[in-house]
């Protein structure tokens, strides 16, 4: 491809609501620079950026992927990102490297909930942005209602700068607000022409939007729209530029991705009102030699920086990591610092990514996306550099994983293919974590949802060849007492020479502050019980108390008391002792009413106030206490203490009750008894659970 300097790159992401045609508008581009001959879909599973084997089948992405293409005199880097909330991760990975956003609303369902949530990204990170209404060619589409829905629920800096002629089946073109030009599509060729009469009033009304929009950005500018003097077209265009670098103006356009109507409209509108890193200005990182924090701008002459903000697991080509040059520039087979794994790299081969086609490159540049395969150490968020300027970058924050499955392979001795495999999707995924739980023996997987869950399944399937179920998390519930109770434990055995013979007496008692899980006492007076076996009656109880008498569960704040037993002079040994231990373990536990105990975490659920009722109801189902509720800025806060057993699933019943606007954080806080009704379906089914084995 074409060399660049960093002034003439256009780093930009495509956000919105699922299906909303983020990757059909890529592909559009791609088509009208030149770089495909063949205009790809979706439906059809033949698009450029939907590549991957469960993004053709179920016709939506799953992964950020980026698509570089030349347009007049810059080159546009255009990240696809997914608009399903599940693989949130994606966005935030690739809206730490873009410079600006293009947010796709429907043209029939306007405002949803996933314009929402990026536009919220967006304005905390004070990106630039704009609106693309697309599918103006789809029945029932209305431009004019969900501008106007877009300025109710976003602000007065939306400014439209291109209106649609036509709609539905007589959508032809759009009218460019600026050169006051109708751009109609006649095969492959967008031809510019007069404006045609019927939208002088929309035209007058909209033109007047804009012309106050880039008045208001410079103060030359204000002072001849308040006189009266008419703006130039490079007037407008510099006061818009200026508000939209700023974020004060956001520019409003429409169009047909699927028809290509309106896509140049679009990269004309990047080329000219999106900014260049050249304008983001200066960005900190952290001199790892003086640990300070520095003031970097996108300079080609300043030492070279990178950040990595994506890895791919490939199984064949190996990892491949992209990454953002921040500073200076890079050359194939150059030796690079990773400071955050303090160790150094060769970039054997860089290229820029086109989906999954890999196109070789010499040099990349301050500002630039590209990529590079088989780092030894390198993950995501790490920094590369050079190495005698060695600088870090903040990574980027992501979500924490909400919902939590067991993972077991369907083929017993699949176990290491899952952990490799698991291990491979970790690199390349920040949401997703794995922990294996030594007490119940299984290996948990954490994602932002069930379709998340669900496509780690498969990539495990389709990439590391291993078949896996996904089962809820065994509830790690444990044991005590609420009574006082005495127990004798004998053990004697007697077989021809030397015999066994141990004999204890033990009180079982609730510690009921719970400051102890384990306590033991001796009383012994006397000698009744020789010190030398004491030692072996605390390690009997302690084995014992890993697995309690009503379900098996490992027991807590029980206090065990040595008052009194026998020995024989001959037949005395520890294991006796330790036997004997046991036994009146068995005894006493049962006599001193067990009962189940069950964690409770503590819940913080952030919601829109038009979901407090079903969100509070919801709770109290799940056998939850309300503990508060305060305005969190437009949010409201509930927080509730909850049974861990109960809120498996509540990343999914959460989104389901809000649409997706809510979101909740846990931790566990204590263990509580659990209710007798439910603790004997538990008891129950532990004991089946036993028997199977």
């Known amino acids: 491809m074409k060399e660049y300097k960093t002034e003439n790159l256009r780093n930009i992401c495509l956000l919105g609501h699922a299906s909303a045609g983020k990757t059909t508008i890529a592909e559009a581009m791609l088509f009208n620079t030149g770089v495909l001959d063949r205009f790809g879909k979706v439906d059809d599973g033949t698009t450029t ?48 490297v873009s ?63 291109a209106i649609p002629i ?51 950005t410079d103060e030359e500018l204000m002072e001849k729209y308040f ?49 260049s890193p050249v304008d983001i200005g200066e960005y900190k990182c952290k001199n790892t030699k003086s640990d300070a924090d520095e003031n970097r701008k996108f300079d080609v002459n300043l030492p070279f920086s990178a950040q990595v903000f994506k890895t791919v697991a490939d199984p064949f080509v ?68 050079d190495p005698q300027n060695p600088v870090t ?22 176990e290491d293919k899952i952990g490799n495999g698991l291990q491979r999707l970790v690199e390349e995924d920040p949401t997703l974590k794995v922990e294996k739980n030594v007490e119940t023996r299984q290996t948990l997987i954490s994602g932002i949802g069930e379709q998340h869950l669900e496509i780690v399944t498969k990539k495990l399937q389709n990439k590391f060849g291993v078949d896996v179920l996904l089962k809820d998390p065994k509830i790690p519930y444990r044991e005590t007492i609420k009574k006082s109770a005495k127990a004798e434990g004998k053990h004697k055995k007697q077989s021809g020479g030397h015999g066994q013979y141990g004999h204890v007496w033990i009180e079982f008692e609730p510690i ?51 008052y009194d037993g026998s020995f024989h002079p001959v037949d005395s040994a520890e294991m006796p002792f330790k036997i004997a231990a046991s036994l009146a373990y068995k005894k006493g536990m049962a006599d001193a009413n067990p009962v189940l105990l069950e964690p409770i975490y503590s819940v913080e659920v952030l919601v829109p106030d038009q979901y407090m009722g079903d969100i509070i109801g919801d709770l109290n189902k799940k056998r939850g206490r ?47 008894e659990v209710p007798a009704q439910i603790a004997q379906k538990v008891v129950e089914a532990a004991n089946l659970e036993k028997e199977k084995e």
Do not use: H
């Open 318 to 385: 190996g990892k491949i990591s992209m990454f953002k040059v921040m500073s200076g520039s890079i050359s194939s087979d150059s030796e690079v610092f990773n400071p955050d794994k303090e160790k150094k790299e060769r970039l054997s081969g860089l290229f820029l990514l086109r989906g999954k086609k890999q196109i070789p490159m010499t040099k990349l540049i301050a500002g630039d996306i590209g990529a590079v395969a088989k780092l030894q150490f390198t993950t995501t968020g790490d920094t590369l550099c």
């Open 49 to 96: 950026l939907d590549y991957d084997p469960e993004e053709i089948k179920r016709k939506i992405s799953i992964s950020a992927a980026v698509a570089p293409c030349d347009w007049k005199n810059i080159r546009i880097n255009v990240i696809d990102t997914p608009g399903y909330f599940d693989f949130v991760g994606e966005v935030v990975s690739s809206l730490n």
């Open 626 to 672: 309300v503990l508060g509720m305060e305005p969190v800025g437009k949010l409201q806060k509930v927080t509730a203490e909850a049974p861990l057993a109960e809120m498996f699933k509540y990343a999914t019943d959460l989104r389901s009750m809000t649409q997706a606007r809510g979101s909740f954080s846990m931790k566990f806080v204590r263990y509580e």
């Open 166 to 216: 036509g709609a539905e089946s007589n959508f032809k073109g759009v009218i460019d607000l600026i050169d006051m030009k109708a751009r109609t599509n006649e095969g492959n060729k967008v031809v510019e022409g007069d404006i045609p009469s019927g939208y002088e009033d929309q035209i007058e009304e909209y033109r007047n939007m804009i012309i106050e929009a880039a008045a208001q």
């Open 227 to 275: 006189s009266g003097e008419e703006l130039t077209r490079e007037e407008i265009i510099k006061g818009l530029r200026i508000g939209v670098v700023c974020g004060d103006v956001v520019p409003v356009l429409c169009g047909s991705a699927i028809k290509n109507i309106g896509i140049v409209a679009l990269m004309n509108t990047i080329e000219s009102f999106f900014p």
């Open 393 to 414: 970058f903040e990574p980027a924050e992501f979500p924490v994983p909400n919902l939590t499955m067991a993972i077991e392979p369907k083929s017993k001795g699949d």
């Open 512 to 562: 009921l502050d719970g400051s102890a899980e384990f306590e033991f006492v001796d009383k012994i007076v006397g000698g009744v019980v020789p010190r030398q076996y004491i030692p072996a009656v605390e390690k009997g109880l302690r084995e014992c108390m890993e697995e309690g008498v009503l379900a098996g569960y490992p027991v807590v704040n029980v206090r065990c008391t040595l």
């Open 99 to 161: 410079d600006a956003a293009v947010i796709s609303v429907d043209s029939v369902s306007g405002v949803e909930v996933g314009a929402e949530k990026s536009w919220e990204m967006v304005t905390e990170k004070g990106m630039p942005s704009l609106f693309f209404i697309n599918k103006m060619d789809r029945e029932n589409a209305n431009f004019s209602k969900v501008f106007e829905q877009l300025r109710e629920v976003f602000g007065n800096k939306l400014v439209p700068i």
